[in-house]
C-alpha cells in the first residue's frame, strides 16, 4: 500500500493535524461510539457478556484510537506506526486464555466504519474545499485503513505466540475442560476430574472475583481465599479467567450472607465478588458458574458499585434488566411517585413485605415504634399507584433494580 499512498500537500497535513485535535478532546465520546460498534459486529458474544473482558476491549479501543490521532497529530498523513499497549497485550492474552483470539474481523471492521464516519464528518466540518477534501479523505482512508490492519496483524502474531506458551501450562488445560463443562460438551467425569484435579461429585458453590484495573489484580488470590473460608470449606478449584479475574469452584453447599463475605474484603479495595447457588454433581458445577456470571453482568448491565452480590439475591432483578428500557419503564410504572422516595421509606416498604406485612415485626427489624412503621407505609401507599399489599412482588422488585442500579 505504500507505493499508492499519496504525498500529502501541507494543506492537508494542517487539515489533518486540525481534525485530530479537535476530536481527541471527545475522546470518551468517540470510544463509546466505536465500541458499541465493534460489540455489534462481533462474532464472541462472550465477550461482550463478560464485564472484565468487555472492559478490556473497550480499553483496547479508546487506546488504539489515542494513539492514531496523536499520530496524526504530530506527523499528518504518515503512516501510524503499532501500537505495543501492555493493556491491549493483557487484554489479548486473557482472550488466548479463554480459547479465543483477535481477528474478529466483524468487530474490527465496525469499528473501523464507525471511527471512518466520524472523521469525514469533521473533515467536511472543517472545509468546504472540495480538492482539499479530496485529497485529506485519500490520504486518511489509507491512513486509518492501514493503522487497523497493522495492528491486527501484530496482535495475531502475539496471540500465536502466547497461545504456543499457554498451551504448555496446566491452567490452559483446565480452563479448556472447566469450559467444557460450562458449556455442557459431552465429557466423561474421570476426565474432567483428572485434567481439573477437583472432584465433581457432592455440592459446589462457584465465585467470580475481579477487580476493574490491572494494579489491583495482586490483590485476587487473597479475595479467592477469604471467600474459601467464608465458605467454610478448606479447598477450591480455581482457574485464572484473565489478567483481573478468578473463577472458582468451592466444595461446599453453603452460600454465606453478603454481611459475611463483605467485612473479608475490606482490606482489598477494588476487590468484588459474584457468587452462583449451589448445585450438585457435573450439571450443578456447570449451574452455579453461570449464575455468578449472570450476578456480575447485572452489576455492570447496571453501572452499580457494589462488591458482593449473591445470584439469590438478584435473580428477579436479573430478569427484570435483561432489557434496560423496559427495565426503567417497569420501574416507573409500578412506583411512580415512590421511585424517588427516601431510602428510609424504601427499606420500610421492603423489610415490611419481607415480614409478611406485619407491622410489628417490621417495627422490630428495623428497630422502630410500630406507630412509625405505621406512618411511614401510610406515606409509601399514598406515593405508589396501587396500594404496597395489592402490588407487593412488583414492588419489591422494582426496588431491588433501585438499589442496585443506584449503588455507587
Partial sequence: MEELWPVPSERTCALMRAVAERILPTTEDFVDEVFAASQLGTQYQFVVDDPVLAAGDRRMHKAYLIHWLTGTIHHPGRRVPVFEDPETLRFARDLVRRGLDTSDLGSWRAAQWVAWRRWTDECFAATSDHELLRETLQVSGYSIITFVDDSMAALAEYVEAERTDLARSANAERHATAQLLVEGAPISRARAEARLGYALTGTHVAAIVWVDSSE?????????????????????????????????????????????????????????????????????????????????????????????????????????????????????????????????????????????????????????????????????????????????????????????????
Fill in 216 to 408: 489491583r489484580s495482586e490483590a485476587l488470590e487473597a479475595a479467592a481465599e477469604h471467600v474459601m473460608r467464608a465458605c467454610g470449606a478448606g479447598r477450591r478449584l480455581t482457574l485464572v479467567a484473565s489478567t483481573n479475574a478468578l473463577w472458582l469452584w468451592i466444595p461446599t453447599d453453603q452460600v454465606p450472607p453478603t454481611s459475611v463475605l463483605q467485612p473479608e474484603l475490606e482490606g482489598l479495595p477494588g476487590v468484588r465478588v459474584a457468587v452462583g447457588r449451589p448445585g450438585r454433581d457435573i450439571e450443578g458445577f456447570r449451574r452455579t458458574h453461570l449464575d455468578a456470571a449472570t450476578a456480575q453482568r447485572v452489576l455492570a448491565r447496571l453501572g452499580s458499585a457494589r462488591r458482593v452480590v449473591r445470584y439469590e439475591d438478584i435473580q428477579l432483578v436479573a430478569a427484570l434488566s435483561a432489557d434496560m428500557t423496559q427495565a426503567e419503564q417497569f420501574v416507573t410504572d409500578t412506583l411512580g411517585e415512590f421511585a424517588t422516595a427516601d431510602t428510609l421509606l424504601r427499606e420500610t416498604a421492603l423489610a415490611y413485605v419481607q415480614e409478611r406485612f406485619n407491622a410489628t415485626s417490621t417495627a422490630e427489624r428495623l428497630f422502630t415504634h410500630r406507630n412509625t412503621i405505621e406512618r411511614r407505609l401510610a406515606r409509601v401507599d399514598r406515593m405508589l399507584p396501587m396500594p404496597l399489599v395489592e402490588n407487593a412482588t412488583s414492588v419489591v422488585a422494582a426496588l431491588m433494580y433501585l438499589q442496585l442500579r443506584d449503588d455507587r
